[in-house]
C-alpha cells in the first residue's frame, strides 16, 4: 500500500463502487416499488374477480331465503308446504346443499320439529334433526345467532353433526307469525364451493388465495392440513401487500360485510426474481470493471509516478543535509518539470532561510539574556527583608507576569519610630513598564518624605508627568506607620483599596474617601492624607490587580470573593505565612493559564 499508484487505483475504484452502489441502491429500491405497485395492482383485479363470485353465492342464498319464507308465509307451515318448499328451493342453486325450516317449539308446532333437506349423489334425502339424539338444533349457532339478532346472519363454518354430516356454512333467516318468532329457515352452503373458487386463483408460479372466517380459522388453504386452524398473523393489513415473517408478501381483502377475509399470497422469491436476476448481473459486471479499471489505473499511475521516484530519491539526499545536490530538470515541461524546479528554489530558499534563523537564533538568545539579567536587577531593586522589630513585621512577595514587570513595593524606617512604605503598579507590562517602574523608584528613593505622603507624591507627580511622552501613569498606595500608636498617614493614588486584618475584627476594606488621582499622568494634581489606625495583632493587607484580575484556564477571574475568601485563612497566620496563603490560592486557581499581569503582595502586621 505504500506506492502512489496501487493506492490511486484503489482509491478510483473504491470511490466509483461507491458510487454505482449508491445507484444501484437507489435503482433497486424504485424498481422493488414499481413492482410491489404492479403486483398489488394485479392482485386486487384477482380479489375483486372472487369477492365478486363469493358475494354472488351469498346473496343468491339470502335472495332464496327471502322467498321462501314469502312462500311459506302465504301458503301455510304444513308439512307438505315445508317439504315442496324446501325441495324446490334447493333445486334452484348448484351450490345449495341442504335446506331446513327449525321451528320454536309451542308457536306453530308444539314439540320441536326440524325438517332438513340436503343434497347427496344426485338425489334430495330428508331427515328430522330434532329426531337425533344429543343435538339440539335450538342451542346451534345457525339458529341462535339469527333469533337474537331478529334478521338473517351467517354461522361460522362448522361440522354439522346430525345434519349433513359436513363442514359447511349456513346463512339463517329468521321467520315470524303473528310478530312471533316462529323459527329459522337455513341453507347450507358447503366449503367446497368457495374451495373451488379460492383454488382457481393463480398469480406467479406458485401463489395461491386462502380463505379466513372473522375470528381468523382458515376455512380454504391449498394446504388441507390447515384447514379449521387458527392463522398465525393476528394484525392483517388490508388493500395492499404486505411482507410477512416467512419471505411471503400477502394482499388482504375483506368479503363484503360477512366478516370474511380473502388472501392472496405472493412468494418473495417469485415476486422479486426478476430484479434480483438484474441485481445479481450488474454486482457481477460491476467486479469485472472493478478489475479491469484497477488494472489499467495501476498502469497509468506507474507511467506518471516513475519520474516522482526519481524526484523522492534526490530530496532524501537533501533532507540529509546535502543542500548543494540540484535536481536535473527534465526535457518536457511537464508537472514534474515544474515539481523538479520548485525543489531546486525551496532548496534554495531554505538554505538562506537556515542562515537567517541561526543569525536570529543568536539574537534571541542574547535579547533573552539580557532580560533575565534585567530581572535579576529590577527583583534587587526590592528592599531587603528589615531587621527584626518586636513591634512591627513586613513581608512581600513579586511576581512579573513577564521577565520583568512594572509592580513594585518599598518600605523603610524614617526613623525608630516611623515606618514608610509603597506598594505601586505602573501601566502596561514588560520592559516600558519595568523602565518607568525604576524611574519612580529612583524618584521615591532620591526625595524626602517630609512626614507628609500628600506633599511627596505631589512632588513625585510633577516629576513624572513632566516627562512623561509616552503617557504612562502609576496606581500607589503609600503609608507612614507610627509604630508605637498604630497611625498610619497615607495617600490612596488610584490604587486598589488594602485591607485590614484581625482575628477580632475580620477583615474590613480601607475605602479612601479623598479620591486622589494616579501618579504622573498630568502635573499640579492635588494629592490629599488620610489617616488610619493599625491595632496590635492586625495586619494591613496590600495588593496589585494582578492578584484579583488573574485567570483560570476557563478565562474566569480570581476576583475580591475569592481574595476575601483567602483572607479569612489568615487572620491568626503571620505577615509571612500570610503572603505565602495568598499567593498558594492565585496560584491554585490559575494552573495551566498564562500569568496575565504582574502579581505584588505586601503585608504589614503590628504586634
Not at 433497486?28 to 403486483?39: I, P, Q, S
Not at 366478516?259 to 469485472?288: K, Q, V, Y
Not at 520583568?404 to 509603597?422: A, S
Request: proline fraction near 4%; charged fraction near 25%.
Amino acid at each position: 500500500m505504500n506506492s502512489i499508484s496501487l493506492r490511486f487505483a484503489l482509491a478510483s475504484v473504491s470511490m466509483a463502487l461507491l458510487i454505482l452502489a449508491l445507484i444501484g441502491g437507489v435503482n433497486y429500491y424504485f424498481l422493488k416499488e414499481e413492482l410491489l405497485r404492479d403486483a398489488t395492482v394485479k392482485t386486487k383485479l384477482i380479489e375483486q374477480n372472487s369477492v365478486h363470485q363469493i358475494q354472488e353465492i351469498l346473496t343468491q342464498t339470502k335472495r332464496q331465503t327471502e322467498k321462501m319464507i314469502i312462500t311459506l308465509k302465504k301458503e301455510g307451515f304444513s308439512k307438505e308446504n315445508i317439504a315442496k318448499t324446501i325441495k324446490k328451493g334447493l333445486q334452484q342453486k348448484p351450490y345449495f346443499y341442504g335446506m331446513a325450516m327449525a321451528f320454536e317449539p309451542h308457536v306453530i308446532y308444539n314439540k320441536p320439529f326440524c325438517p332438513y333437506y340436503y343434497k347427496h349423489d344426485g338425489t334430495i334425502i330428508y331427515k328430522d334433526t330434532s329426531l337425533n339424539p344429543g343435538y339440539n338444533y335450538t342451542k346451534q349457532q345457525w339458529y341462535t345467532r339469527p333469533k337474537k339478532g331478529k334478521k338473517g346472519k351467517w354461522s361460522e363454518p362448522y361440522f354439522d353433526e346430525g345434519g349433513g354430516e359436513i363442514l359447511m356454512a349456513t346463512y339463517g333467516d329468521p321467520v315470524f307469525s303473528d310478530g312471533k318468532f316462529a323459527g329459522v329457515i337455513t341453507i347450507d352452503i358447503s366449503l367446497k364451493k368457495l374451495e373451488k373458487i379460492i383454488s382457481s386463483v393463480h398469480i406467479l408460479k406458485t401463489g395461491y388465495a386462502f380463505l379466513l372466517s372473522k375470528d381468523h380459522k382458515i376455512l380454504v388453504h391449498p394446504d388441507r392440513s390447515k384447514i379449521m386452524t387458527t392463522y398465525p398473523y393476528r394484525t392483517l393489513t388490508f388493500n395492499q401487500c404486505s411482507q410477512q415473517k416467512n419471505s411471503q408478501w400477502v394482499y388482504y381483502a375483506h368479503v363484503a360485510s360477512t366478516g370474511l377475509i380473502l388472501g392472496i399470497t405472493l412468494p418473495e422469491n417469485e415476486l422479486f426474481a426478476s430484479l434480483n436476476r438484474i441485481s445479481l448481473i450488474s454486482a457481477i459486471l460491476a467486479i469485472i470493471g472493478s478489475i479491469l479499471l484497477i488494472i489499467t489505473m495501476i498502469l497509468i499511475s506507474r507511467r506518471i509516478t516513475r519520474p516522482l521516484k526519481e524526484v523522492t530519491k534526490l530530496t532524501e539526499e537533501i533532507s540529509l543535509g546535502d543542500f548543494d545536490k540540484k535536481i536535473a530538470l527534465p526535457k518536457v515541461k511537464d508537472e514534474i518539470y515544474y515539481l523538479s524546479r520548485s525543489v531546486n528554489r525551496m532548496q534554495d530558499s531554505i538554505k538562506k532561510h537556515m542562515n537567517e534563523l541561526k543569525n536570529a537564533t543568536i539574537k534571541e538568545e542574547r535579547i533573552e539574556s539580557e532580560l533575565n539579567i534585567a530581572h535579576s536587577i529590577q527583583m534587587s531593586m526590592m528592599p531587603k527583608p528589615l531587621p527584626e522589630n518586636p513591634y512591627v513585621e513586613t513581608a512581600a512577595r513579586l511576581k512579573p507576569a513577564k521577565a520583568v514587570g512594572g509592580d513594585f513595593y518599598d518600605y523603610f524606617y524614617l526613623n525608630e519610630e516611623e515606618l514608610c512604605f509603597v506598594i505601586a503598579d505602573v501601566s502596561g507590562k514588560g520592559v516600558p513598564a519595568a523602565i518607568f517602574m525604576a524611574v519612580t523608584m529612583s524618584y521615591l528613593r532620591a526625595y524626602d518624605t517630609k512626614r507628609d505622603p500628600a506633599k511627596f507624591i505631589h512632588k513625585l507627580n510633577n516629576s513624572i508627568a513632566s516627562k512623561n511622552d509616552a503617557n504612562m501613569f502609576v496606581t500607589l498606595f503609600m503609608g507612614i506607620l507610627e509604630i508605637k500608636t498604630g497611625e498610619i498617614t497615607y495617600v490612596n493614588a488610584g490604587h486598589t483599596a488594602p485591607y485590614f486584618l484581625g482575628e477580632e475584627t475580620g477583615i474590613m476594606p480601607i475605602p479612601s474617601t479623598k479620591h486622589n488621582p494616579v501618579v504622573g499622568a498630568f502635573e499640579d494634581l492635588p494629592f490629599e492624607n488620610e489617616t488610619i489606625t493599625l491595632k496590635k495583632g492586625q495586619k494591613l493587607f496590600l495588593y496589585t490587580d494582578g492578584v484579583t484580575e488573574a485567570f483560570s484556564k476557563e478565562e474566569v477571574p480570581f476576583g475580591e470573593e475569592r481574595l476575601e475568601k483567602a483572607l479569612e485563612h489568615t487572620l491568626s497566620l503571620s505577615a509571612e505565612q500570610c503572603v505565602i496563603k495568598v499567593k498558594k490560592e492565585v496560584s491554585h486557581f490559575c494552573e495551566g493559564a498564562e500569568q496575565s499581569d504582574d502579581i505584588t503582595l505586601l503585608v504589614i502586621e503590628r504586634k
